[in-house]
């Protein structure tokens, strides 16, 4: 129990044999023979070795508070994967929403487009001297000259967009 206890708590502390020997003030061997459990410091040395590992003597005779420390960073380490996990889902439904989100826009403007053919949109020969029309023509006509300056713009980067966030097979 002790060469268990000496040898985690080193472990758990990142020293080697030799570094816990010189803070000891022995030599590694012993330190080495402690740890396989074929002899047992003294009282003197068992003092030396608990203030050289910044543990209490109680802990080094046995006591399980290594096995909860280590249980503790093993339950860390689960909440880290799961929080990692969790966050990855999220971005990758982040991404897949926002490729049908440009494909929508894609969508969108190559039917904007089929309806103003499909009409064959006066664009630029509106008649506004009639003032039933004036109000709704003008209004068509903003869209139109919105829609014909910035629908290539926004379909190649809508397309760009779909291309970028889309899923790596």
């Known amino acids: 129990m002790l060469s268990e206890s000496i040898k985690a708590v080193r472990k758990s502390k990142g020293l080697s044999q030799q570094e816990l020997a010189v803070k000891v003030n ?26 050289a590992l910044e543990t ?23 909440k880290l994967e799961i929080i990692n996990l969790q966050l990855a889902r999220r971005k990758t439904m982040r991404n897949a929403i926002l490729h049908w989100l440009f494909i929508a826009v894609c969508a969108g403007i ?20 009639d003032p039933e ?11 139109e000259w919105l829609f014909v300056r910035l629908a290539p713009m926004l379909l190649i ?3 760009v967009g779909a291309c970028l966030t889309r899923e790596k097979a």
């Open 26 to 51: 022995v030599v590694r061997q012993t330190i080495s023979k402690w740890e396989q459990g074929l002899s047992v410091p003294d009282a003197d040395l068992l003092i030396a070795l608990s203030e």
């Open 56 to 78: 209490p003597v109680s802990t080094l005779l046995g006591e399980a508070v290594m096995e909860s420390e280590a249980d503790a960073v093993k339950a860390l380490f689960e």
């Open 110 to 129: 190559v039917i904007v487009s089929a309806v103003l053919i499909a009409v064959s949109s006066p664009y630029l020969g509106w008649d506004f001297s």
């Open 133 to 143: 029309l004036a109000v709704a023509g003008t209004a068509l006509h903003a869209f």
């Open 157 to 159: 980067a809508s397309i």
